[in-house]
Every structure is written in C-alpha cells, then in structure tokens.
C-alpha cells in the first residue's frame, strides 16, 4: 500500500533508497486513473526495492513548489535522496 507523506516528512522519507513519489489531488481525475496502477506496484516490490509514496499538493504546498511542480499527476524518482528522473 502507498504511503502518504506531507511536506513536513517528506525529506525523512524519501532520502534513503529509491522512492517513487506521486503528486497528487483529490479533484484531479488522471491521479486517480493511475492511483490503482501504484497501489498495485507498491504490492509487487518490496520498500528495500522501492518505495512509493504520495503527496497531496493541496495539503502539502511547499515541496512540490520547490521542485517546481505546475501540473498533476507528476512522478519524481529519487535515489538516496538525489532526483533521477521527474
């Protein structure tokens, strides 16, 4: 199951391994249509493989701003803390 983060632990969650993040809303359908796609992922691979997380950007406003996120859904990957592909 994914786990939801918030600007405040998004740092401590996502700076060791490789975790996939998921920018997300509530009111935004494509997030939705792919929701069941990274439940499903986050079933098959193990968190010391990788680690899927979500964001809501409306609740948590700061770290997608900082990574200069416009539109959702978006997916960043980051690799001991390090972005490798967005």
């Known amino acids: 199951m994914t786990q939801a983060i918030t600007d405040k632990d998004f740092a401590t969650e996502t700076d060791e391994g490789l975790v996939l993040i998921d920018f997300w809303a509530t009111w935004c ?37 900082s990574f200069g996120i416009m539109s959702i859904p978006t997916l960043l990957l980051k690799k001991d803390g390090e972005v ?3």
């Not at 069941?36 to 680690?51: A, G, H, N, R």
């Open 84 to 86: 490798v592909e967005k």
């Open 29 to 65: 359908g494509p997030c939705r249509m792919q929701a069941p796609i990274l439940e499903q992922l986050s079933e098959e691979y193990d968190e010391d493989e990788v680690k899927i997380v979500k964001m809501d950007v409306d609740e948590n406003p700061a770290t997608p701003a």
